[in-house]
């Protein structure tokens, strides 16, 4: 069973910026699920991909976009990079149908600094 | 809006010492309650899921039980060991997809 993969592991850009992070399922899963830790506080959900569609959303703004892969996996892109933007960036995959998402297994993150 | 919260924030306690952390949630309509751990700077690893039908579950040392009526969940740790430093994180699920998390509780356990 291979876990889920996350790159890169850091990254440092600059404000207004773009950036693609990049996340491989676990093997047989089909949901993909995108959240942002800020330091002290709880992962925050940015949204969820099944069937290579946007499946629910968190509150945030459409800077944040994703795309997942017939292969499940999945690139979370934010443009226009603001200062707090910076935080772990966790993706999360699980076995899903449509609605539904039971255990869901992290990767390790990507640690987004904005400068 | 569903709100989750932890209590405490942190906690030291002596190795061997059994210890329960709390998890609070404002919306019952739940469909599933985990507990994650995370290392520093690390991922979040699942350790117990329970379906807004259970009561509890329990794996090894750990016992997780959910009251939806009251809106608590409590994470029970058995016999504790330093390994088990981490921070706990509860997540409450509405959609049935996407977790609401709590803020966590820091756990040190001292040899």
């Known amino acids: 069973e291979t876990g889920v993969t996350q790159s890169p592991t850091h990254l440092i850009k600059t404000r207004g910026q773009q950036v693609t992070l990049r996340c491989s399922s676990q093997?047989?899963?089909?949901?993909v699920s995108w959240y942002q830790q800020a330091l002290g506080q709880g992962p925050q959900f940015i949204f969820q991909y099944y069937r290579e569609e946007e499946n629910g959303r968190g509150n945030f703004p459409p800077r944040f976009s994703g795309l997942q892969f017939p292969n499940y996996s999945s690139e979370l892109n934010v443009n226009a990079l603001e200062l707090d933007d910076s935080a772990l960036y966790l993706c999360a995959s699980g076995i899903g149908g449509g609605s539904r998402t039971d255990t869901q297994y992290f990767g390790p993150g990507t640690r987004l600094t904005v400068l | 809006k569903q709100e989750v919260t932890q209590i405490p924030a942190a906690l030291s306690v002596p190795e061997g010492e059994n210890l329960v952390l709390n998890c609070s949630f404002t919306d019952s309509a739940i469909y599933n309650l985990q507990w994650f751990r995370q290392d520093p700077g690390k991922g979040l690893t699942s350790l117990l899921l329970?379906?807004?039908?259970?009561r509890e579950q329990t794996s090894g040392r750990l016992n997780a039980s959910l009251d939806k009526s009251s809106g608590r969940s409590t994470l029970y740790i058995a016999a504790s060991q330093p390994g088990d430093s981490a921070t706990y994180l509860c997540a409450a699920s509405n959609s049935g997809y996407a977790l609401n998390f709590g803020k966590g509780t820091s756990l040190l356990v001292t040899p």
């Open positions: 093997s047989g899963h089909n949901t």
């Open positions: 329970i379906q807004s039908s259970q």
